[in-house]
């Protein structure tokens, strides 16, 4: 079997294998994402930030190895600065704008949630003082709503404090049990 020829960006730089899975691999996060309803651009950010090689990178290069356009990496970032999932690191001397992923996207998936559901709860909230007494049927439906995602908020709290006990036992080579 043939080997496959790397792949050429720019003024003929190739790419090796392992930039090439690293693309593939942001693409597969990109397409998890699009499935529950977030950008494939911030999907492929983090993606390529949690699995490349280096401890930051600029958002020149980042545009660059997503083969997007820097303003879709700029939105993609913000946004992922703003859910805690990525974070910017300065170089000092350096106007270039560096991102690098969090430690643990995942505990900041779980954290991030509480702010969907304080913002979902305030709008049922709005809405339940806005129906009138005859409204039964509307108010049990929203009535189970809120009171569902303030239970599964609190149930959330739960999680993070058994995920990072997770984590402490793990790191420590304790056994499971």
């Known amino acids: 079997?043939?080997?496959?020829?790397p792949e050429q960006i720019g003024k003929g730089e190739q790419i090796d294998e392992r930039e090439q899975y690293r693309r593939q691999f942001a693409e597969e996060i990109s397409l998890i994402w699009e499935m529950t309803g977030t950008s494939r651009m911030d999907g492929r950010v983090l993606g390529y930030l949690m699995i490349m090689d280096q401890p930051?990178?600029?958002?020149?290069d980042l545009a660059a190895a997503l083969s997007a356009s820097t303003g879709a990496v700029s939105m993609a970032t913000r946004r992922l600065i703003d859910t805690n999932y990525i974070r910017r690191h300065s170089v000092p001397g350096d106007r270039?704008?560096?991102f690098k992923?969090?430690?643990?996207?995942w505990g900041s998936f779980l954290a991030n949630e509480r702010r969907y559901f304080d913002r979902h709860i305030a709008s049922i909230d709005s809405a339940l003082s806005w129906l009138g007494p005859e409204e039964a049927e509307a108010r049990i439906r929203l009535t189970n709503g809120r009171d569902y995602l303030e239970w599964i908020q609190e149930y959330h709290h739960k999680m993070l404090a058994d995920w990072r006990?997770?984590?402490r036992a793990r790191d420590a080579g304790e056994k499971k049990a």
């Open 1 to 5: 079997m043939a080997e496959e020829a």
């Open 56 to 60: 930051y990178i600029s958002s020149a």
């Open 96 to 98: 270039s704008h560096y």
């Open 101 to 105: 992923a969090e430690e643990d996207p």
């Open 165 to 167: 006990e997770h984590k």
